[in-house]
């Protein structure tokens, strides 16, 4: 199966710009369990603030203001509604 898209989306939010996007893939991108590749950036001054992607080798993980820390991924809408709170928590 090749790789389809499921979301993508760039916009102006707060002080910055989000851009993401996400497919579903045929086989898991290991240490993931779950066909599901992605990448999210909330980009403010041409730096990332708050980025999530799970790219082969590192698994499911988040960086929010220069620290990373791993993300357990359940779903697509629970991973948006996640990126989407760090968001809004940075620009508190």
Same mark, same amino acid.
């Given at each position: 199966? $090749?790789a389809?898209? =499921? &979301?993508?989306? $760039?916009?102006?939010?707060?002080? +910055? ?9 045929s086989?898991? =991108?290991?240490?993931?369990? @779950?066909?599901? $590749? ?6 403010? +001054? +041409? !730096?990332?603030?708050? *980025?999530?992607?799970?790219?082969? +080798? $590192? *698994?499911?993980?988040? &960086? ?6 791993? @993300?357990? /991924? !359940? ?6 509604s996640? /990126?989407?709170?760090?968001? !809004?928590?940075?620009?508190?």
């Amino acid at each position: 199966m $090749k790789a389809r898209l =499921l &979301h993508r989306m $760039k916009e102006t939010y707060g002080r +910055g710009v989000i851009e993401g996007v996400v497919w579903e893939v045929s086989v898991p =991108l290991h240490p993931s369990e @779950h066909r599901i $590749k992605y990448r999210l950036v909330y980009v403010v +001054g +041409g !730096k990332r603030v708050v *980025g999530y992607d799970n790219e082969r +080798g $590192k *698994g499911d993980h988040r &960086h929010v203001r220069g620290a990373e820390m791993r @993300h357990t /991924f !359940k779903d697509v809408p629970t991973l948006l509604s996640d /990126f989407l709170r760090d968001v !809004k928590e940075t620009e508190s």
